[in-house]
């Protein structure tokens, strides 16, 4: 009998390694694919001759040391049932390197310091965190590209930085383009969770055919894949190792990865850094449903019997109080929630949709109108993106409540408003010239001396026909939500 399990196991085995091989074989290679076509689709400028020089180099490292990635499958068939805590389950796909250094201490000591933060991170995550791990785990990538977010927005949807990167992941306008993210007066798929999250992996894996090393793809989208092959060139070309721990890096960067393996050690064992971790379902936290009709987000929420705030915590793309599906739109729900939802709608005979759009008249002002439709002045202007003082021009179409007396529009007349235009940080390679000084460079670039270095190495000395890396800020008519115009000074912010 013995002997007649023992080969029902090892026959069961066999099938299953022969399944992920045929699994693996089948999916997108991950050969090393620096390619000029490739990177001038990610990178923000083309980087022409000198990104030849990159990716020769790099495909000729890649060819010498990339080995077929850890993630590409395991040698483990044991079958048993699923963890009930969603981070027991994150601890087994953990596959990166241990790494000991003083900014991994630096990064435990961060979050170890600071309880209740990482208690509002972990409440935070719990919305997305399952859907998250499926979609990396679906993508046979570390588990520690799951737990990213903490890092790049403490998992806020409506986090929004300074270089104008906004959601879960942090997309820079022009990067969410390339990647599919739509940014519109109506939505800005950015904050999208699981479009974003698509993108997002999207990149990362990019990132990792590029360089063939989860540390360079990680660093790469924290500094930009250009940066980081212009780092490692320069190791290659110095006879140094061409890898994270030995290029030189801006200190963010330097503590991106550091950081994200810190936090991989308090989750890998929480009680020895005194942490609490409360646990987290292994288990879909939201469903998705397909809308076909405007609705108000309001009414959405109340249909579902969720408060507002949990509606808005799932669909943070949303920049109006209404919700405009001339797209193909998907709402997210908490998965116990979407029967009420479907159920309370097909019930509901009274309009979806409490506003209408209007074409101001000749003459008319904020103030008038917003008196008209019983709105305030300062909600009418901060839902229609009228800022500083600006004024309302005859023919602009308004999105306005129904309760006036004067004739509205559907909605989707608005499907082609003008969006505010928006600042948008890209890199330009600068190349000293003889005289040249970092004070100088920077007062003509508008930016400090401070920035310089941070964005190439802590450069100190330069040298005639030395490439420096500058943010350079331009003009794109892109979605800015009002939030994100107040955060905004009115200087050009590099």
Do not use: C
């Amino acid at each position: 009998m013995q002997i007649s399990q023992s080969a029902a196991i090892l026959t069961i085995s066999l099938t299953l390694i022969t399944a992920s091989f045929t699994a693996s074989a089948a999916g997108p290679p991950h050969q090393p694919i620096f390619q000029l076509t490739h990177v001038a689709i990610l990178q923000p400028i083309p980087m022409r001759e000198e990104a030849r020089e990159i990716f020769d180099i790099i495909r000729d490292m890649e060819s010498e040391t990339v080995t077929p990635p850890e993630e590409a499958g395991g040698s483990a068939v044991a079958i048993s049932a699923p963890p009930v805590d969603l981070w027991e389950r994150i601890r087994n796909g953990f596959a990166m390197a241990e790494m000991d250094s003083v900014e991994v201490r630096n990064g435990e000591d961060f979050y170890v310091n600071r309880p209740e933060y990482v208690k509002r991170i972990i409440e935070r995550s719990k919305r997305y965190l399952f859907h998250i791990v499926e979609e990396v785990e679906r993508r046979r990538m570390p588990a520690e590209i799951a737990l990213l977010p903490i890092i790049e927005s403490a998992f806020n949807p409506k986090a929004y930085s300074r270089s104008h990167a906004s959601g879960i992941w942090q997309f820079i306008p022009s990067t969410g383009k390339n990647y599919g993210l739509k940014q519109t007066w109506w939505h800005d798929d950015r904050r999208d969770i699981v479009a974003a999250t698509g993108a997002a992996l999207d990149y990362l894996q990019n990132l990792y055919s590029m360089f063939g090393d989860w540390e360079l793809a990680l660093a790469s989208y924290n500094w930009g894949e250009g940066a980081v092959g212009r780092s490692l060139i320069k190791n290659r070309n110095n006879g140094l190792p061409a890898d994270f721990r030995s290029i030189s890096l801006p200190p963010e960067t330097q503590n991106y990865v550091p950081k994200l393996i810190a936090i991989k050690n308090i989750i890998t064992n929480p009680a020895a850094f005194g942490v609490e971790l409360e646990p987290v379902p292994n288990q879909p936290y939201f469903d998705t449903v397909a809308t076909t009709r405007h609705i108000d987000v309001k009414l959405a929420a109340e249909l579902a019997d969720i408060s507002l705030d949990e509606f808005n915590a799932l669909n943070p793309a949303h920049n109006r109080p209404v919700i405009n599906v001339s797209e193909s739109r998907v709402l997210l729900f908490p998965a116990d929630k979407v029967e009420t939802f479907t159920a309370n709608l097909k019930n509901y005979d009274k309009p979806l949709v409490s506003w209408h759009a209007y074409r101001a008249k000749k003459g008319e002002t904020a103030e008038k109108i917003s008196a008209r439709y019983g709105i305030s002045v300062q909600r009418m202007r901060e839902i229609n993106d009228i800022h500083g003082r600006n004024r309302i021009t005859p023919g602009q179409i308004l999105l306005v409540p129904h309760n006036g007396h004067a004739d509205g529009a559907d909605i989707s007349v608005m499907d082609d408003k003008r969006i505010e235009p928006r600042m948008l940080e890209r890199n330009v390679v600068y190349a000293v010239k003889k005289g040249d000084a970092l004070s100088g460079i920077a007062k003509r670039y508008g930016v400090t001396v401070a920035q310089i270095k941070s964005w190439n190495g802590g450069v100190e000395r330069l040298l005639i026909g030395q490439k420096l890396i500058l943010k350079h800020t331009s003009f794109e008519k892109l979605p800015l939500t009002s939030s994100e115009q107040r955060a905004i000074p009115a200087k050009k912010r590099m």
